[in-house]
Nanobody, 115 residues
Framework: QVQLVESGGGVVQAGGSLRLSCTAS????????MGWYRQAPGKQRELVAR???????NYPDSVKGRFTISRDNAKNSVYLQMNSLKPEDTAVYYC?????????WGQGTQVTVSS
């Protein structure tokens, strides 16, 4: 069973930066897609960034140029560097791993951006 543990959330002022981390356990294979999603109150969960085991990344326009996803396959970890944060980035951020068609989620970490 794959387990994902996130860390790095918190409260930051608009324009500030945060770095989220997620480590997967129970997964012996690095052949997967890892990503970050977020969910704000009253809204659907949405993709923030995604990275394949080969390093291919994609971002929605809302975060492109501000957020950077990276991964360390040796540590089964994925990271999200968030710069120039805006109040609308406030949400619970979830780590996601997809492997062989199965998806796994972390418990989420709160990011709050104050104006």
């Amino acid at each position: 069973q794959v387990q994902l543990v996130e860390s790095g959330g918190g409260v930051v002022q608009a324009g500030g930066s945060l770095r989220l981390s997620c480590t997967a356990s129970g997964s012996s294979s690095s052949i997967n897609v890892m990503g970050w999603y977020r969910q704000a109150p009253g809204k659907q969960r949405e993709l923030v960034a995604r990275i394949t085991s080969g390093g291919y990344t994609n971002y929605p326009d809302s975060v492109k140029g501000r957020f950077t996803i990276s991964r360390d396959n040796a540590k089964n970890s994925v990271y999200l560097q968030m710069n120039s944060l805006k109040p609308e980035d406030t949400a619970v951020y979830y780590c996601n791993l997809v492997r062989y068609g199965a998806g796994y989620w972390g418990q989420g970490t709160q990011v709050t951006v104050s104006s």
